[in-house]
T-cell receptor, first 115, second 120 residues
Framework: DTAVSQTPKYLVTQMGNDKSIKCEQN?????MYWYKQDSKKFLKIMFS???????INETVPNRFSPKSPDKAHLNLHINSLELGDSAVYFC??????????????FGDGTRLSIL | AQKITQTQPGMFVQEKEAVTLDCTYD???????LFWYKQPSSGEMIFLIY??????QNATEGRYSLNFQKARKSANLVISASQLGDSAMYFC?????????????????FGKGTLLTVNP
């Protein structure tokens, strides 16, 4: 009964490869997010979707492409991986409009390591 | 300027004592929300407590309370009766704007975190 689940948990790959991270939430939320946590533990928003519509794109290289097939899923595809992409990527969800006090619920993170 | 400032990179506390983790924020929006999250060494992000800018009272959730001083733009987290399991990274985060502000309202802006160590 995991609320926000993302797969895989660990991803080790070589520079230049293309990879995807999947995220699913069963909370009935209408807004989903991708955050990146760097080696210094700093968390920064990358993207946000509300009801499958992109609402936030925070100056992320266009090698990163989010896709939301429905409001319960938000996947992240990364092309031509670079060393600097090594980080922990967190998916999150929240109830959007009308309830500003609702927290964002995070998945357990995907640790991406580029060799 | 940083929107969320956590000035304590690390804090130590004895088990069963109380500890305060500092957070100051910067916004010109009258409507905002402040959140605290805990990240243990296992890596997951756990929501702890929320304070809205219009809330009249300080938020409390079990052993967690928020010392909200709006004029000083501070939202410090107080953990009472610390336990060994409280050892973790703690993040303060802010959500600006109302629900009708558009997309920018949805994101959380995080501070750099405070690593709390509870000693037995």
């Amino acid at each position: 009964d995991t609320a926000v689940s993302q797969t895989p948990k660990y991803l080790v790959t070589q520079m230049g490869n293309d990879k995807s991270i999947k995220c699913e939430q069963n909370l009935g939320h209408d807004t989903m997010y991708w955050y990146k946590q760097d080696s210094k533990k700093f968390l920064k928003i990358m993207f946000s979707y509300n009801n499958k519509e992109l609402i936030i794109n925070e100056t992320v290289p266009n090698r990163f492409s989010p896709k939301s097939p429905d409001k319960a899923h938000l996947n992240l595809h990364i092309n031509s991986l670079e060393l600097g992409d090594s980080a922990v990527y967190f998916c999150a969800s929240s109830q959007g409009r009308g309830v500003s006090n609702q927290p964002q619920h995070f998945g357990d993170g995907t640790r991406l390591s580029i060799l | 300027a940083q929107k969320i400032t956590q000035t304590q990179p690390g804090m130590f506390v004895q088990e069963k004592e109380a500890v305060t983790l500092d957070c100051t924020y910067d916004t010109s929006d009258p409507s905002y929300g402040l959140f605290w999250y805990k990240q243990p060494s296992s890596g997951e992000m756990i929501f702890l407590i929320y304070q809205g800018s219009y809330d009249q009272q300080n938020a409390t959730e079990g052993r967690y309370s928020l010392n909200f001083q709006k004029a000083r733009k501070s939202a410090n987290l107080v953990i009472s009766a610390s336990q060994l399991g409280d050892s973790a990274m703690y993040f303060c985060a802010m959500r600006e704007g109302s629900d009708w502000s558009g997309g920018s309202n949805y994101k959380l802006t995080f501070g750099k975190g405070t690593l709390l160590t509870v000693n037995p």
